[in-house]
């Protein structure tokens, strides 16, 4: 069975570790002086040479020859994540004062240290205060915030960093020209920001991509590793610079239906959003692209990982105006003198047009909308159920307060109000069905009766021109995340 090339390529001694020298350099003056620490804490990203590190120093302080064929009896690793009790950290520690068999010191390898129960680690840190003089720990981790400060203070702590692009690069052609790999610069440069600084990721791609085919281009990389084409990923950001939910929205679908799936999709975005900022070329505004990219390294985490990167480009969208809400106020018939009749004559105006020219005549404003339209009037006397005083507003806030994705549905509607009559007309079908249900029509028009005083009528339908609208703003008391996610039915925007 042929071996891995991460296996057979890796670090035998301190001077083959690549990009952790501030370590490397550390330990073998400490070697080479003898001040052998009781305890190291290993800390940083996966495969960066955590593990390669504590064996090296395992067997050098030992003077014992590392090969991966064999296992010195004095050099013990265990597995945290699968030993993490009481119990086996007390067997641990009586094992450890214990002379070793034939070393220097017994040294205890702990991985994933990070994962030991609150016991367990009570149990080691007497341990460490005391540690018998033949022995040395090395305790390997890449989530250190999640250790007790009273461990890491009893131990020397190195942290590891990811490997930079130019070294990822170089050490892969170095592997690719020993193993007779054909690959250009453009495929390794690939594969090294595909790793993100990880050793043993980069190498586990070149492989990867070795079975696949050769010689190795950008094509075959992005074919196997299933990256979505350049081409989508442009029309998808061309759509949300120019707020264009349809565009989006398709696009996005398009590499679903693919088979593209949606973290390595919020990868390649947030690598071309983070590009734009660096060189100065946003296609949207700067806090949008921060609050996306912030986003969009969760999508991996998300219960549901298209419908969350879904919401989070919506989210980030160049929001236009409010949506319009069209208030259509009833014909009255008042008696007048023959100088009244004149300025009453009933004509459809935008209320900005509208001048008072004398004590009779009103100016009506929504707050709410800056698109109201409505019949200029002499002043009449209106009872309580006239459209003048039914403020549509009031009834989104009392779903707001009770129920909320209902109300991130309602809020998306073009109104138009002609009391008793209220219309609804959405951009899509499903936020038209859902106001249908028998359920949601009840509330709602409970919620209209409330505010206007008596019962009113509902009629919901489906307009596709809506479309070519930009989306609603949300409002800045209110989380656009929250709304959005009501929308789809999610929770805490997941």
């Known amino acids: 069975m042929g071996q891995a090339l991460y296996r057979k390529y890796r670090s035998k001694n301190l001077s083959e570790i690549i990009g952790q020298e501030h370590i490397t350099k550390t330990l073998a003056k400490a070697i080479e002086t003898d001040r052998i620490s009781h305890a190291y804490i290993f800390t940083g990203p996966r495969g960066v040479g955590k593990t390669s590190v504590a064996r090296i120093l395992a067997h050098s302080i030992n003077d014992l020859p590392y090969t991966d064929n064999t296992q010195p009896i004095d050099i013990i690793e265990m597995d945290a994540a699968s030993n993490t009790g009481i119990e086996d950290m007390r067997d641990l520690i009586e094992k450890a004062y214990i002379a070793p068999t034939s070393s220097k010191y017994k040294v205890y390898i702990i991985d994933e240290v ?25 305790l390997a981790t890449t989530e250190s915030h999640k250790l007790p400060l009273t461990i890491i203070s009893r131990a020397q702590r190195f942290q590891f960093k990811p490997v930079d692009s130019k070294t990822l690069v170089d050490h892969l052609r170095q592997i690719a020209k020993l193993e007779s790999i054909k690959i250009d610069q453009e495929s390794l440069e690939l594969i090294a920001q595909l790793g993100e600084g990880s050793v043993r ?12 085919i050769q010689p190795i281009d950008l094509a075959s990389i992005s074919v196997l590793l299933g990256l979505p084409p350049k081409n989508i990923i442009d029309d998808i950001i061309e759509a949300m610079s120019k707020s264009h ?63 969350y990167l879904e919401i989070q480009l919506l989210n980030a969208l160049t929001y236009a105006s409010q949506p319009e809400v069209i208030i259509k106020k009833p014909e009255v018939k008042i008696p007048t003198t023959d100088e009244t009749v004149k300025q009453s004559q009933p004509t459809e105006r935008h209320i900005s047009d509208i001048e008072p020219i004398n004590k009779e005549k009103t100016e009506i404003k929504d707050k709410s909308s800056e698109n109201i339209i409505i019949n200029k009037e002499t002043k009449p006397e209106l009872s309580t159920s006239t459209s003048e005083q039914f ?20 809020r998306m509607a073009q109104v138009e109000i002609k009391d008793p009559d209220i219309e609804l007309k959405f951009a899509f079908s499903f936020h038209q069905k859902r106001v249908n249900e028998p359920k949601n029509r009840t509330i709602i028009l409970e919620a209209a009766k409330q505010v206007s005083g008596h019962k009113m009528n509902l009629e919901c339908s489906v307009d596709q021109t809506l479309l070519k609208k930009p989306i609603t703003k949300i409002p800045e008391t209110e989380s656009g995340m929250n709304v959005i996610s009501s929308i789809f039915g999610l929770e805490n925007g997941q």
């Open 201 to 212: 990721d980069s190498i586990s791609l070149l492989d990867q991509a070795a079975n696949y």
């Open 391 to 410: 403020d549509w507003n009031k009834v989104l806030n009392l779903l707001k307060s009770k129920y909320n994705t209902l109300y991130g549905i309602v």
């Open 114 to 138: 990070h994962m030991l129960s609150k016991s367990a680690f009570n149990g080691l840190l007497k341990t460490l205060e005391e540690p018998p003089k033949h022995v040395v720990f090395i």
């Open 245 to 307: 939910t349809t565009q989006l929205i398709v696009n996005l679908n398009l590499l679903f239906n693919q088979g593209y799936i949606a973290p390595l999709i919020a990868s390649e975005l947030a690598a071309r959003f983070r590009d734009q900022i660096i060189n100065n070329k946003p296609t949207l505004p700067i806090k949008n692209i921060l609050d996306l990219l912030a986003g969009l390294i969760e999508v991996p985490v998300s219960r549901n990982p298209q419908k």
